[in-house]
């Protein structure tokens, strides 16, 4: 009878050996059996260390999830988590790792763009799927069939926030200020410019930094002296926050706007009350009434101390359960076949809205604009805007109720030119949370 066991044993051990090897002579993958290993790789310990805590938290809450529901197909999740400090070099070394040493089945990251750009070459040479959460660059699902993110891409961000100027705001003229070594930020100033410009507006000043420098003060003196309506920060919370802060020391009243690179809680920290009268785009608001986004909420502050997830924990949230769904269709964890199922992910209900991943291996999604309230350090909720030729009734999210208060600028400060816009009167009613539109990038600020 022992021997009988012994036996069997070897043989099933002869089979699972079997199955690491791929037919096509490609790197082997992880057998059939046994945890299913999924590489998530961020940063951990650099300048945008937020990024990757809030990245690792959600992954892990929703990893949790499958497995206590029973895992994958009998499968249990396991998750090789990898920190790249934030820098592009490690971020390829990384996913280099956890491709053809590890063998991981799948990669969730990376948050930045420039990061996801340098590793993804990585995973799509290895023929392993890799999913960004975050990374809204439009390069990045471009390195190849393998790469897929589950937010929406920075050609709509960056037009969401020219409309917010031109149509809300009123804003006639706007100063750039990005971040030169950043994908991310080179992207949105160009499609900020481009959108901005189709509505009459015009960019009057244009300021770069990097994220060694020091202090921004001689790039907003230059800006102050152009005294635009607004003022485009298109960077991370790191800089952001000091940007801020420096702006109202030089006497600078002309709103901050800028996108999801803002979201962390350190950008409180270091902007503080220099924050009031800025506006973001967003990929979703704590403050969203559906009841998906609150059960989401709650079960995170229990599980993370309280704190409050940010868009990137959403996000990550919904990739890891995203891929879950994909495993789980596929049957397999054969790179192919998994590429296969997720590039079939249709009207996935996530956190952060329904998720249909399209040709290009992007998810269509509607943005948030959030209102900064240093009172309280709150992202206020005022206004969905849709992409193109989606209906109104796509969205998950509703308005807030009550929380959509009409979006006021910084009075101009005393003797600058009358140009700086007033709010219409018409923004001030609640109905800004379902604008369709028709616009090329798909954001209009009033219906
Ligand atoms: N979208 C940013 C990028 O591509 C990363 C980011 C996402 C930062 C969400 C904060 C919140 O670089």
């Given at each position: ?252 009243n002309a ?155 910084a009075s101009p400060a005393a003797?600058a030119s009358g140009t700086t ?27």
């Open positions: 009878m022992k021997r009988i066991l012994l036996t069997f044993a070897l043989t099933a051990t002869l089979v699972a050996n079997f199955a690491c090897v791929r037919k096509d002579g490609g790197p082997t993958v992880a057998s059939d059996t046994g945890a299913i290993k999924v590489g998530v790789y961020g940063d951990l310990s650099g300048q945008t260390s937020s990024f990757g805590q809030s990245t690792k938290n959600g992954v892990q809450m929703a990893a949790d999830e499958i497995n206590k529901a029973g895992g994958i197909n009998g499968r249990q999740i396991q998750l090789l988590i990898e920190d790249d400090q934030g820098q592009p070099a490690q971020a390829a070394t990384v996913a280099t790792k956890l491709v053809n040493q590890d063998k991981v089945v799948a990669l969730l990251g990376e948050v930045a763009s420039t990061n996801s750009l340098a590793a993804a070459p990585k995973a799509q040479e290895g023929k392993v799927p890799m999913i960004t959460p975050s990374s809204t660059n439009p390069k990045v699902t471009q390195v190849g069939d393998y790469i897929f993110r589950v937010c929406f891409i920075d050609s709509f961000q960056g037009a969401v926030m020219a409309k917010f100027a031109a149509n809300t705001l009123k804003a006639k003229t706007a100063a750039l200020l990005g971040d030169v070594n950043s994908d991310y930020s080179k992207g949105m100033s160009q499609y900020f410019e481009e959108q901005f410009n189709k509505l009459g507006g015009k960019i009057i000043m244009r300021q770069s930094y990097t994220q060694t420098d020091p202090d921004f003060k001689g790039q907003l003196t230059s800006i102050r002296a152009a005294n635009p309506d607004v003022i485009f920060v298109p960077g991370y919370y790191g800089q952001v926050g000091v940007i801020a802060k420096q702006a109202k020391e030089l006497g600078i709103p901050l706007l800028g996108g999801d690179g803002w979201d962390a809680p350190q950008l409180w920290e270091l902007g503080g009350e220099a924050l009031r009268g800025a506006y973001m785009a967003n990929h979703y608001s704590i403050d969203d009434p559906s009841p998906a986004i609150q059960k989401f909420v709650a079960d995170y502050k229990a599980r993370y101390n309280n704190t409050a997830p940010d868009a990137i924990a959403a996000l990550a949230y919904d990739a890891m359960k995203i891929l879950a769904d994909a495993l789980k269709r596929a049957g397999t964890t054969d790179g192919p076949k998994l590429r296969d199922a997720i590039a079939q992910t249709a009207d996935f209900p996530g956190v952060t809205g329904r998720i249909t991943i399209n040709a290009d291996r992007d998810a269509v999604k509607p943005a948030v604009v959030l209102k900064l309230e240093p009172t309280g350090r709150k992202f206020i909720y005022t206004e969905t805007i849709q992409p193109e030729g989606a209906a109104a009734t796509t969205t998950t999210s509703g308005a807030p109720a009550g929380s959509a208060s009409p979006p006021t600028v003797g816009a007033s709010p219409a009167a018409g923004n001030a009613n609640a109905n800004t949370n379902t604008n369709t539109n028709a616009n090329a990038a798909g954001a209009r600020a009033t219906p």
